[in-house]
């Protein structure tokens, strides 16, 4: 059993940043992804971002030149830097870790970005 907590969520103005973690209990080198998603009220989760074991990220069209996700094998964390931030990135966010026959979920973190 692998536990993922996630840090850094809170209220922020449009146009401000905030830093996202999430630290594994388990080491993270081994991971086939590592993944950012959200959920905002009403809608269904969808996915932020995905980082590949050789480190390539890909982004959601929304957020893509605003966000940018990153590990540190050391530290058995994953970062989602958030920039430039809008009122519809409300949500919570939620950190996954894919193993090969594993995956793990965080319990998620509230992001709010008021005008």
């Known amino acids: 059993q692998v536990q993922l907590v996630e840090s850094g969520g809170g209220l922020v103005r449009a146009g401000g940043s905030l830093r996202l973690s999430c630290v594994a209990s388990?080491?993270?080198?081994?991971?086939?992804?590592l993944g950012w998603y959200r959920q905002a009220p009403g809608k269904q989760r969808e996915v932020v971002a995905l980082i590949a074991r050789s480190g390539v990220v890909n982004y959601a069209e929304s957020v893509k030149g605003r966000f940018f996700a990153s590990r540190d094998n050391t530290k058995r964390t994953v970062y989602l830097q958030m920039n430039g931030l809008k009122p519809e990135d409300t949500a919570v966010y939620y950190c996954?870790?894919?193993?090969?026959?594993?995956?793990?979920w965080g319990q998620g973190t509230q992001v709010t970005v008021s005008s």
């Open positions: 996954n870790v894919v193993y090969s026959t594993e995956n793990y």
């Open positions: 388990r080491s993270i080198s081994s991971a086939a992804i």
